[in-house]
Nanobody
Framework: QVQVRESGGGLVLPGGSLRLSCECT???????????VGWYRQAPGKQREMFAT???????AYAESVKGRFTITTDNGKNAVYLQMDAANEDDTAVYFC?????WGQGTQVTASA
């Protein structure tokens, strides 16, 4: 059974950086590198938005809203997924969710504000 837990949320200044982590418990010898993973976010009053995904053994894709600013990576040794957020702006304020092989975490709040 896959379990997912996000961390690293908090306050970030406009133009600043923040790194989110997503730690996973995977069954047996499953490699996170072979699983589809992604980051979603939901701002107040808005629908959940998919903005960064990585296909199992495959490519990454980003929404235009974060392309060039955010980077999704995985660490096979730690069974972890990371989101590096750079050049943050107030539109990035949202609850951020990690998904691994279809399993969702509880989310972590990110607030971009001066």
């Amino acid at each position: 059974q896959v379990q997912v837990r996000e961390s690293g949320g908090g306050l970030v200044l406009p133009g600043g950086s923040l790194r989110l982590s997503c730690e996973c418990t995977l069954p047996g010898s499953t490699s996170i590198y072979g699983l589809g993973v992604g980051w979603y976010r939901q701002a107040p009053g808005k629908q959940r938005e998919m903005f960064a995904t990585k296909a199992g053994w495959g490519d990454v894709a980003y929404a235009e809203s974060v392309k060039g600013r955010f980077t999704i990576t995985t660490d096979n040794g730690k069974n972890a997924v990371y989101l590096q957020m750079d050049a943050a702006n107030e539109d990035d304020t949202a609850v951020y969710f990690c998904t691994v092989d279809g399993t969702w975490g509880q989310g972590t709040q990110v607030t971009a504000s001066a």
